[in-house]
């Protein structure tokens, strides 16, 4: 999931760079019972945030993105019991916010001798 979200803040940057330095800043914090990650980068932002988790949508050109990569984090993250949102900041350059419970939720797979069952 992680590995996703960073290539597309790759994918984000000015191939031209315009001297600007590219940044990728993760913060993760936790509150009570959840852990919080922040993902953010500076780069041109979400054309659509309100879209950025639906199946096959993508920007990209179809060498470089067929448009599955946040939507299967959405999946994870909701199989976790968790959240994840889309935002764009200010002047620009887009966030994801992960939420995360610290307990694994009754509906998680279980690892018992190195099997998974669900
Ligand atoms: N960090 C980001 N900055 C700007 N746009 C983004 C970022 N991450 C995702 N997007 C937008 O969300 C779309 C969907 O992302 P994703 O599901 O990973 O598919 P893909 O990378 O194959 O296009 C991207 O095509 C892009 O428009
Ligand atoms: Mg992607």
Known sequence: MFLQILNNSLDAFDPSGNGQ??????????????????????????????????????????????????????AIVRDHGGEITAHNQHPHGAALVIELPLKAPSFAPETKDNVVTY
Request: hydrophobic content about 30%; some cysteine; overall charge positive.
């Open 21 to 74: 330095q590219k940044t990728v800043r993760i913060d993760a914090s936790r509150h009570g019972g959840t852990v919080k990650v922040l993902i953010s980068d500076n780069g041109q932002g979400f054309a659509d945030p309100k879209r950025a988790f639906d199946p096959f949508f993508t920007t990209k050109s179809p060498r470089s993105g067929i448009g599955m990569g946040l939507s299967v984090c959405y």
